[in-house]
């Protein structure tokens, strides 16, 4: 089946670590987002990807890296810059064009130790 | 900027009622619009995707409507059901091709 595969499920970040969220897809979409959910907040886009080699900064891309070598994978980098990093992380896909909807994954809860 | 906002915050109901979500978004000019559910540290799910040319569709007891020119979708649910208990997402995908999330409605269904 297709689908958005995000990895790990949980993970754990000491303070000054570098942390990698793996995210990815076969459903051969063009565009992958990362987005971060805290509560009482909704969703807040960090990056996106249209194409690969190529990525656009979101509303709150401090503190976070990304990069796109691969259509099927979209890696974020959670740096010691980002200050509050406990969050609940989500990545989402979809086709380019304006009839098509989004699909997202099961997220990656990160929590600073 | 496009802005969603999603009332009420939360609901709760007893089982077997309909009930309506409301979504209201400050631009109309939108490709789509989505529903989604999402489950206690879950991602989301799809539920219903209206194009921007379409008045409603569809999905067992689900039925969601789409007014762009007021900028309103509701989400109507008939014969609740405790396991429809989720926050209950609304976005539209703008013509930046970005997709803009209300903050959702928590609904509990009450046995």
């Known amino acids: 089946d297709g ?77 010691s810059a980002q200050k509050n990093p406990t969050a609940f992380y989500l990545c989402a896909s979809t086709l380019i064009g304006r009839n098509y909807g989004y699909t997202f994954g099961s997220g990656t809860r990160l929590t600073v130790v | 900027k496009q802005e969603v906002t999603q009332i009420p915050a939360a609901l709760s109901v007893p089982e077997g009622e309909n009930l309506v979500l409301n979504c209201s978004f400050t631009d109309s000019a939108i490709y789509n619009l989505q529903w989604f559910r999402q489950d206690p540290g879950k991602g989301l799910t799809s539920l219903l995707l209206i ?49 803009i999330f209300g903050k959702g409605t928590r609904l509990h269904i009450l046995p």
């Open chain 2, 51 to 99: 194009q921007s040319s379409q008045r409603e569709q569809t999905s067992g007891r689900l039925n969601a409507s789409l007014d762009k020119s007021s900028g309103r979708s509701t989400l109507y649910i008939a014969a609740s059901q405790p396991g429809d208990s989720a926050t209950y997402l609304c976005a539209v995908r703008d013509r930046d091709d970005k997709i």
């Open chain 1, 3 to 79: 689908g958005i595969t995000q990895s790990p499920k949980y993970l754990f970040r000491k303070e000054g670590q570098n942390v990698t969220l793996s995210c990815e897809q076969n459903l051969n979409h063009d565009a992958m987002y990362w987005y971060r959910q805290d509560p009482g907040q909704g969703l807040r886009l960090i990056y996106y990807s249209q194409i690969v080699n190529d990525f656009q900064k979101g509303d709150i891309a401090e503190g976070y890296s990304v990069s796109r070598e691969k259509k099927e994978s979209f890696p974020l980098t959670v740096t």
